[in-house]
């Protein structure tokens, strides 16, 4: 049994392909983020696709979060 959430985090990375490519795609734009975050001034493009990815990484998160309760569910029955 999986014992802590970073345990079990990549427990599913290393067995679950669904959520091993929610993590790299979450990973990814992290990193766009990261970049545009260094940046000293965005313009009105760059806002707008912090915004975009910010809203795409919580989405992954989302999915990521039911794929761990799912797990836990399933541990549990």
Do not use: C, G, W
Not at 19 to 47: G, M, P
């Amino acid at each position: 049994m999986v014992s802590s959430p970073q345990d079990l985090k990549q427990h599913l990375t290393a067995t679950n392909e669904e959520f091993r490519k929610l993590a790299d795609q979450h990973h990814s734009y992290d990193d766009q983020l990261k970049k545009l975050e260094a940046k000293t001034y965005l313009n009105d493009e760059e806002k707008v696709e912090e915004v975009r990815l910010k809203k795409l990484k919580l989405r992954l998160k989302d999915e990521m979060e039911r794929i761990i309760q799912e797990y836990r569910k399933q541990q549990v029955a």
